[in-house]
């Protein structure tokens, strides 16, 4: 018989990705969606007809509850959050809300519905901060920098604490930076992806960006979301890491994007102190091994790969909508 789930946040990056995976299983797909006068559907347009969306808000207690009661889901993945960490300093309220007591009143519906539903929280790198310890591992201490880590912390410890409290099948992923074509552009690699690719036709002229010397553990968010069903397939719940485990700078990250449109980013690339955090968190490199060794997860694309996938899939989508030509034949 065909499982169902339940997927907040199934307009995200994650959750489109996420969606796409499950229905290839069977699974009947259900997802969360927040009342917009804002059409935000372009990630999972083309799964429109394969899945069922439902209004319901992380804030709205009672829109959970109901929403579990009537679509009875196997399991549930919590992708839905405030999740871009700038804009947490200037909306930290909203930003605990969602992404902190959000996982709680889900988890209170879990509980009051079926405590068989089977419960998936999406945790982040960001929450070890000023990392105690290279790689991070489960084990590694805590120690968020940012309002959105903080919340993330509060969403990892209360998963654990009904986990332990109720006996409920619910496990964190605490998942480093995965990336992809359907990055939102506020966020710096698709920033980057997308800017090269604008410079490259002829469309902009300067990248701004903050602090090039941030380090972080990238890959591909189609890769990561596998880790995610998996972890819900395990006879035990419990915690994982999911990451490549190696690092690169943000510089690096830049250098990837130019070369691969044949541009020397030097000439390009312009730094802006609007773009620096108030703390920053300089250096996070997972150590998945448990999640390769439990769940037999592997990450399928490298960092190269991820950079080139991300720019070309920009580049595409800024021809079809402009036919801008290329910086060759404008020279030419």
């Not at 229905?23 to 997802?31: A, I």
């Not at 927040?34 to 009672?62: A, C, K, M, T, V």
């Not at 312009?270 to 968190?281: H, N, Q, S, T």
């Amino acid at each position: 018989m065909s499982k169902t789930a339940l997927i907040t946040g199934i307009t995200g990056q994650d959750g489109s990705y996420l969606a796409e995976l499950l229905l290839s299983k069977g699974y009947t797909v259900h997802g969360v969606v927040r009342r917009s006068s804002n059409d935000n559907s372009q990630r999972i347009r083309h799964l429109i007809d394969s899945i069922e969306l439902h209004p319901g808000d992380l804030i709205d207690q009672n829109s959970l509850t109901r929403l579990l009661s009537d679509v009875r889901p196997d399991e549930v993945y919590n992708l839905a959050a405030q999740s871009f960490v700038p804009t947490s300093w200037s909306q930290p309220i909203l930003t605990a809300e969602t992404t902190g007591l959000g996982v709680t009143r889900l988890l209170e519906a879990i509980r009051m519905v079926d405590t068989n539903i089977r419960f998936y929280q999406a945790s982040s790198s960001e929450m070890f901060g000023r990392v105690q310890e290279t790689p991070q591992r489960e084990t590694t201490p805590l120690w968020p920098r940012s309002p959105y880590a903080v919340a993330k912390v509060y969403g990892h410890w209360i998963t654990i604490n009904y986990r332990e409290s109720y006996d409920l099948f619910a496990c964190s992923g605490i998942l480093f930076n995965h990336e992809s074509p359907r990055r939102g552009t506020e966020f710096v690699t698709r920033k980057i992806s997308r800017t090269a690719a604008q410079i490259k036709l002829g469309l902009a002229e300067e990248l701004r960006l903050g602090n090039l010397k941030a380090k972080r553990d990238w890959g591909f968010a189609g890769d990561y979301v596998e880790a995610m069903w998996l972890m819900l397939q395990q006879e035990t719940p419990t915690d994982y890491i999911v990451g490549i485990g190696e690092t690169y700078e943000v510089e690096q990250f830049v250098e990837a994007a130019f070369d691969h449109v044949g541009l020397d980013w030097h000439d390009y690339v312009v730094i802006d102190p609007k773009f620096y955090r108030p703390a920053e968190v300089d250096l996070l490199v997972a150590d998945p091994s448990k999640a390769k060794q439990e769940l037999g997860w592997e990450p399928k694309v490298g960092f190269q790969d991820l950079v080139a996938m991300m720019v070309d899939a920009d580049l595409s989508e800024l021809r079809g909508a402009t036919n801008a030509p290329s910086q060759q034949s404008r020279a030419a």
